[in-house]
Structures are given as C-alpha cells and as structure tokens.
C-alpha cells in the first residue's frame, strides 16, 4: 500500500515557476514508477510527465517537454515536478501517481496508487 500526498501548488504567473511535490508512505516507494498527470477544468486527465523506479528513465508530454522535469529521490521517499516557463494552459489539477514498473508509462490506467491532486492555476 502507497499513500500520495501532493503539495507545492499555487497560483503563479505566465512565464513563471513552481515546484511540485509528492510524499508517499510505504516501504516499497523504490519499486514503483511515478507519475505526474494533470486534469485541467472540463478536461479528461492527461499525462505529464513519468520516471522510472530508479530515476534513469524519465518521459514527457510533448506539451511540457523542454519546460517541466520530474526527479525523485528514494531516500526521502519522494518525487517531484519542477515546472519553468509556464503557461495559461498548464492550469489544472496535478496529480501524482504509482505504479508497478513496466506498462506504458503515460497509460492512466498503469498506475494504481494516486494522490489527491495540487491545484496549479497560471494566469497571463
């Protein structure tokens, strides 16, 4: 069993930066892969950006590519998501999440344990 707990968001402006943070509980942090996914008002929830149980790996959206990078680190039993230049259309909900290693990596349903979600909102 995993427990997520997002924190870090705000309101920030266009251009601007936020850092994102996500606590898990549970022995077994190490062995999942982590997730960021985000659902902005009206929207489906969409992927963001994944990194491998180790750290070696790391996907992106394309829409965030370039801007946002995730980094964990397992002795803290954490992961995080570091968001630059941001934009309006970054506004939403963001969510992290777990999951066992393997699967698509931006498949929403790969991954089995999610948090609460931090509210991120970007005004121009």
């Known amino acids: 069993q995993v427990q997520l707990v997002e924190s870090g968001g705000g309101l920030a402006q266009a251009g601007g930066s936020l850092r994102l943070s996500c606590a898990a509980s549970g022995r077994t942090f190490s062995l999942y892969k982590m997730g960021w996914f985000r659902q902005a008002p009206g929207k489906e929830r969409e992927f963001a950006a994944a990194i491998s149980w180790s750290g070696g790996s790391t996907y992106y959206a394309d829409s965030v590519k370039g801007r946002f990078t995730i980094s964990r680190d397992n002795a803290k039993n954490t992961v995080y998501l570091q968001m630059n230049s941001l934009k309006p259309e970054d506004t939403a909900d963001y969510y992290c999440?777990?999951?066992?290693?393997?699967?698509?990596?931006?498949?929403?349903?790969?991954?089995?344990?999610w948090g609460q979600g931090t509210q991120v909102t970007v005004s121009s």
């Open positions: 999440a777990a999951g066992p290693g393997g699967g698509k990596h931006q498949r929403i349903d790969n991954y089995v344990y």
